[in-house]
């Protein structure tokens, strides 16, 4: 079985500042990675993925993400936020069997001018 | 390439009605999936499909049912649609990662549904 934990339901951080969502999860097997941002009334977009090669991720829109096995974290950075960025972001873990993805609760980005 | 495309964007059923949300995909993937989203929270696999002519159950599968005649096409179904399947509704594709894991790649999503039942 897997699962995701969004640490954070809503985080708020001023336009220029660095962006942190955090994700934990769990896999008995090597999972792939992925986060997803969702725009208000849109549909789901990949933002990055990791899949077992480098564990620094980097993704569209300056976003990446890093691996680390022995917190089983997969936490989303972006060292400036800009105003675009406000949206949800969900961290979604793959694994073999149902061949599905398990999504996180979601974080809410609020980027204050 | 349109991707994954979704009708209608907008219904409204009554209680004990029935509809079919429409899910087409041009990339030639096999994996199909139909989730839903309700406010706050994230996508909930209803059911899934891994190519034409087999379809199985996800997470929430009651209330709902799948068909897959083609690639291209996985219609879901509504049969006495009851305010509990208020939501929006989003359908996926994917491939397979290639390697021996088996994993699944990365899922592109369509539009989404969004469905109110009263």
């Known amino acids: 079985a897997q699962s995701v934990t969004q640490l954070d339901s809503h985080v708020s951080v001023s336009e220029g500042t660095p962006v942190l969502l955090r994700c934990n999860y769990s896999?008995?097997?090597?999972?792939?990675l992925f986060w997803y941002v969702q725009h208000p009334n849109k549909g789901l977009q990949l933002l990055l993925k990791?899949?077992?090669?480098?564990?620094l991720v980097k993704g569209i829109n300056g976003f990446e993400a890093e691996f680390k096995k022995s917190e089983t974290s997969f936490h989303l950075t972006k060292p400036s936020a800009h105003m675009s960025d406000a949206a949800e972001y969900f961290c979604?873990?793959?694994?073999?069997?149902?061949?599905?993805?398990?999504f996180g609760s979601g974080t809410r980005l609020q980027v204050q001018p | 390439n349109a991707g994954v495309t979704q009708t209608p964007k907008f219904r409204i059923l009554k209680i004990g009605q029935s509809m079919t949300l429409q899910c087409t995909q041009d990339?030639?993937?096999?994996?199909m999936y139909w989730y839903r989203q309700d406010p706050g929270m994230g996508l909930k696999l209803i059911y899934y499909?891994?190519?034409?002519?087999?379809?199985d159950k996800g997470e929430v599968p009651n209330g709902y049912n799948v068909s897959r005649s083609t690639t291209e096409d996985f219609p879901l179904r509504l049969e006495l649609a009851a305010p509990s399947q208020t939501s929006v509704y989003f359908c996926?594709?994917?491939?397979?990662?290639?390697?021996?894991?088996?994993?699944?790649?990365?899922?592109?999503f369509g539009p989404g549904t969004r469905l109110t039942v009263t």
């Open positions: 996926a594709s994917s491939r397979v990662t290639g390697d021996s894991s088996g994993r699944t790649g990365e899922q592109y």
């Open positions: 896999s008995s097997y090597s999972p792939s």
């Open positions: 990791y899949t077992s090669a480098a564990t």
């Open positions: 979604v873990v793959s694994g073999t069997g149902r061949r599905a993805l398990t």
């Open positions: 990339m030639n993937h096999n994996y």
């Open positions: 499909s891994v190519g034409a002519g087999i379809t």
